[in-house]
């Protein structure tokens, strides 16, 4: 993860929000390397799920949105998660990602330990159980820990719980409620009546628009709305670089079927789409895992959750889920709002209130991933490089061209046309100066998957070029007038 948040910084990736005032917990900013990233997996992701198909359709709503639409969602009552605070070091944690067990030697409780959320919670809990048995002088067979979340907790073990900040027990707060959406007001009165909301999640405005979308195209069921745009949470622990942060974006398609549908298999249709999608922008299936909620842990709105999990640094976590919502969302807003969200189906003749499923992908999660399964290092000529083997589709550039010698006009002439060339299709990167190894690398580190080099044999014999590859390093000669068709047929 180091290595990749170190790159990210160093070539201009991903920078902290606010650096210059010493940064904004929560917050990001993508430098030019990472907006084109970013867009690229935007670009793919539209187009594979609005482009080209004919059930799904665009939308783009606004950010604040009518607060009764979130009175009507249940956001406003619930969408909260548990939070916990130190009273001694004035830290705030999620309940639920806070795990204790009490420390039990020979049968007797000695005291507790707690950590927090982590793929070595384990052996760190363990670690300081040890600790602890050591601390007091107790001698004996330590019993194997348990760890549960804190919010399974007894209320008399809220005082005998350590706080992860100080290590010592009795300043943590019992679990509460903590609403996650950002509250601002609109217009001119500050008064309660004009308290709003940045939205949680894209899904509301396209169940707020599903009737406009409805009079105004020509869709029958079933039929989906598609959105990609920001999204607001402020997450109690934003962390883990920007898997979790409190700005992000998010692309959400909300699929509306028949009550009558064999949801369930319906179901399982996106979330194979989904997980194929993903390998199809290089994400490699045996780095993907599928998480079944179970019903107890199902949230309000849903019937069934599978979340498609990535095999991050900090290991396999939520990458985007894909949820059945019933009719939930639409009932709601018709109670709330007094208008029928009742569709009538041509096929069976009948008028209802349809039902959703909804695949909900953080663009920021999603990027991350790439980044992830993107880095490698390996060794060239006995030098040790690193690259990101990024699918060309997503790449930030596609091509670099680099004239030879940076000091001969006929060889830059000549390199200029081309790059000129190549960028009214694709986005490509201009290199002149030093060492052409060095400058593969430099492309090898942003992942670029070909660089075009013009040497004296382009101008002066037989007009190829050099085509490197990013990933084998292999060169190969080709002419300069099919270098444009291989490029469009490499990358699509
Ligand atoms: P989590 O359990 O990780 O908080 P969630 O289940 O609340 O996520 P959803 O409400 O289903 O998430 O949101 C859909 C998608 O949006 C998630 O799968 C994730 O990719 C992304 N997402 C959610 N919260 C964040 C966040 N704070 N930062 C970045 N991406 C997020």
Not at 217 to 227: C, D, E, L, N, S
Not at 242 to 258: L, N, V
Not at 407 to 423: G, H, M, T
């Amino acid at each position: 993860m180091d290595a990749i948040v170190g790159l990210c910084k160093r070539r201009g990736f991903i920078f902290q929000s606010s650096e210059i005032y010493g940064g904004y917990n929560g917050f990001f900013d993508f430098g030019p390397l990472g907006v084109e990233l970013k867009k690229n997996l935007k670009d793919a992701w539209w187009e594979d799920m609005v482009h080209r198909r004919d059930d799904i359709e665009g939308l783009d709503s606004s950010i604040i949105m009518s607060p009764k639409i979130w009175e009507a969602s249940g956001h406003v009552g619930g969408f909260s998660d548990p939070m916990v605070d130190c009273k001694a070091s004035k830290m705030r944690y999620r309940a639920d990602q806070l795990f204790y067990s009490p420390v039990i030697v020979d049968g007797n409780t000695i005291g507790y330990v707690s950590v927090l959320e982590d793929h070595s919670m384990e052996s760190d809990a363990q670690a300081a159980a040890e600790k602890l048995k050591r601390k007091n002088g107790v001698q004996g067979e330590l019993a194997a820990l348990s760890l549960k979340e804190y919010t399974e907790a007894d209320a008399s073990e809220y005082d005998l719980i350590p706080s992860p900040a100080t290590g010592e027990p009795g300043s943590l707060t019992p679990p509460r409620d903590f609403n996650l959406m950002f509250e601002t007001k609109v217009g001119a009165l500050s008064d309660s009546t004009a308290t709003a909301y940045l939205r949680p999640e894209t899904a509301q405005g396209i169940f707020a628009n599903y009737k406009n979308v409805v009079d105004t195209g020509r869709v029958k069921i079933p039929f989906g709305i598609a959105q990609i745009g920001k999204a607001f949470r402020n997450e109690i622990t934003p962390r883990n670089f920007i898997f979790r942060s409190r700005e992000f974006e998010q692309m959400e398609m909300e699929y509306f079927i028949s009550p009558e549908a064999d949801w369930k298999s319906m179901h399982r249709e996106w979330i194979d789409w989904c997980k194929n999608w993903l390998v199809s922008i290089g994400l490699p299936e045996s780095m993907l895992g599928e998480d079944v909620h179970p019903q107890d842990k199902l949230s309000h709105y849903s019937r069934g959750t599978t979340d498609i999990t990535f095999q991050f640094p900090f290991g396999e976590q939520e990458l985007w889920g894909i949820a059945c919502r019933g009719d939930f969302d639409l009932t709601q807003h018709q109670e709330h709002s007094g208008k029928s969200m009742e569709i009538f189906d041509e096929s069976s003749k009948s008028k209802y209130i349809p039902h959703v499923i909804e695949p909900a992908l953080g663009v920021d999660r999603l990027l991350l991933a790439a980044l992830t399964a993107a880095f490698t290092e390996d060794e060239v000529g006995g030098e040790k490089r690193s690259l990101m083997k990024f699918h060309p589709r997503i790449a930030p550039y596609k091509v670099a061209v680099l004239p030879l010698l940076k000091n001969k006009p006929e060889l830059v002439d000549r390199a200029q046309s081309i790059y000129r060339k190549i960028q009214r299709k694709h986005t490509a990167f201009w290199d002149a100066s030093g060492a052409i190894g060095r400058r593969y690398r430099r492309m090898d580190e942003i992942g670029t998957p070909w660089c075009v080099t013009i040497d004296f044999d382009t101008i002066e014999k037989d007009g190829t070029v050099t085509l490197r590859d990013r990933d084998t390093t292999e060169q190969s000669r080709i002419s300069e007038d099919d270098l444009l068709s291989l490029l469009e047929d490499r990358l699509f």
